[in-house]
């Protein structure tokens, strides 16, 4: 890839490349990047604390000219409830000593890696904590809130 001013460009992009908006897809972006931000939520302990609540503690980094990798997964529409639909990524810098959740990026020649993944596994929890939670609270529009 040449060059995307932002992170809605580098969706425009990986979107002209996908064959189709119904599989899941692994993606890879490496090289140098003019500008990244990043975002990391601090530990937490339990009673675990909503997501929303959550990332009010978080921590936000800016990196310029910075090697790294951007990876990620594109999820289809459908999944919603299950999974967050669209894009979600994070950074790495080359020497694996910071990164984060993907806010913004400005980028040019990246190498760009898309897997296509038609399976979708999900594991659930074995264990007391997970059998004995009340999941039937609707937090459904929490992930994508969580997201922007």
């Known amino acids: 890839m040449d060059?995307?001013?932002n992170y809605a460009q580098l969706e425009q992009h990986l979107d002209a490349l996908l064959p189709t908006e119904n599989i899941f897809y692994a993606?890879?972006?490496d090289g140098v990047f003019d500008?990244?931000?990043?975002?990391?939520v601090p530990k937490q302990d339990k009673p675990y604390p909503p997501l929303a609540e959550a990332i009010k503690d978080q921590s936000v980094f800016e990196f310029n000219d910075?090697?790294?990798?951007?990876?990620?997964?594109?999820?289809?529409e459908?999944?919603?409830?299950?999974?967050?639909p669209g894009y979600h990524f994070h950074f790495i810098t080359e020497d694996?000593?910071?990164?984060?959740?993907?806010?913004e990026c400005r980028l040019q020649n990246v190498t760009v890696q898309i897997d296509?993944?038609?399976?979708?596994?999900?594991?659930?929890?074995?264990?007391?904590?997970?059998?004995?939670?009340d999941l039937s609270q609707d937090n459904q529009g929490e992930p994508e809130e969580v997201e922007k």
Do not use: W
């Not at 500008?35 to 990391?40: D, L, M």
């Not at 296509?116 to 004995?132: A, I």
């Open 78 to 84: 459908y999944v919603d409830g299950t999974n967050v």
């Open 35 to 40: 500008y990244v931000k990043a975002r990391s």
């Open 27 to 29: 993606i890879k972006v």
């Open 3 to 5: 060059k995307c001013e």
């Open 66 to 76: 910075v090697g790294g990798t951007i990876v990620g997964f594109r999820c289809p």
């Open 96 to 103: 694996r000593q910071a990164g984060g959740h993907l806010l």
């Open 116 to 133: 296509y993944t038609s399976r979708f596994y999900m594991v659930l929890p074995e264990s007391n904590d997970f059998y004995q939670m």
